[in-house]
T-cell receptor, first 112, second 111 residues
Framework: KNQVEQSPQSLIILEGKNCTLQ??????????LRWYKQDTGRGPVSLTI?????NTKSNGRYTATLDADTKQSSLHITASQLSDSASYIC???????????FGTGTRLKVLA | NAGVTQTPKFRVLKTGQSMTLLCAQD?????MYWYRQDPGMGLRLIHY???????AKGEVPDGYNVSRLKKQNFLLGLESAAPSQTSVYFC??????????FGDGTRLSIL
């Protein structure tokens, strides 16, 4: 069964600290993986998209990694800011289809 | 964010009533999607469209209908609303198969 699991479910960190969010998937065949940020009451906003051959991709303070062999991805946030408080959603698409499997997200809270 | 606009933002319906949710995008995207987001679950695809005049079923299409008469608009209809359709509905659009731009959602409550 195609699944995307994210951990932790929620996370609280202090402003300025780094954190890493995990995404494990069992989707096959794999096409690409995207990380979204969703602020409360808003729609998801794309942070990065990674294909099978990409290991690392950065977007400012956000760095995503992909290990296609172990079917794991991580999103690393450097020097967190209060505005990073949001849910982070991992999405994996099934190659050759319009099927995208969404994770349930990690809810991050950054405290001053 | 003028990319994807959803109307209305909030709506309360009684069971059995009908309504249409409107999604408009100004980026000339071919692909448009309707999702629902429920607590503790990932977004689930209701219907999608790969171009003007085309629609297709997603993961949870029952109880919903859609139309894409114009490239920039994607309508989601509920013919006879049920309490199980209480949810937040998101529209998205993209150039490719993975949704890229989302609207800010329509919060729908059905009593």
């Amino acid at each position: 069964k195609n699944q995307v699991e994210q951990s932790p479910q929620s996370l609280i960190i202090l402003e300025g600290k780094n954190c890493t969010l995990q995404c494990n998937y069992t989707v096959s065949p794999f096409s690409n993986l995207r990380w979204y940020k969703q602020d409360t009451g808003r729609g998801p906003v794309s942070l990065t998209i990674m294909t099978f051959s990409e290991n690392t991709k950065s977007n400012g303070r956000y760095t995503a990694t992909l290990d296609a062999d172990t079917k794991q991805s991580s999103l690393h946030i450097t020097a967190s800011q209060l505005s990073d408080s949001a849910s982070y959603i991992c999405v994996v698409s099934v190659r050759g289809t319009y099927k995208y499997i969404f994770g349930t997200g990690t809810r991050l809270k950054v405290l001053a | 964010n003028a990319g994807v606009t959803q109307t209305p933002k909030f709506r309360v319906l009684k069971t059995g009533q009908s309504m249409t949710l409107l999604c408009a995008q100004d980026m000339n995207h071919e692909y448009m999607y309707w999702y629902r987001q429920d607590p503790g679950m990932g977004l689930r695809l209701i219907h999608y469209s790969v171009g003007e005049g085309t629609t297709a079923k997603g993961e949870v299409p029952d109880g919903y209908n859609v139309s894409r008469l114009k490239k920039q608009n994607f309508l989601l209809g509920l013919e006879s609303a049920a309490p199980s359709q209480t949810s937040v509905y998101f529209c998205a659009s993209s150039y490719s198969v993975l949704p890229q731009h989302f609207g800010d959602g329509t919060r729908l409550s059905i009593l």
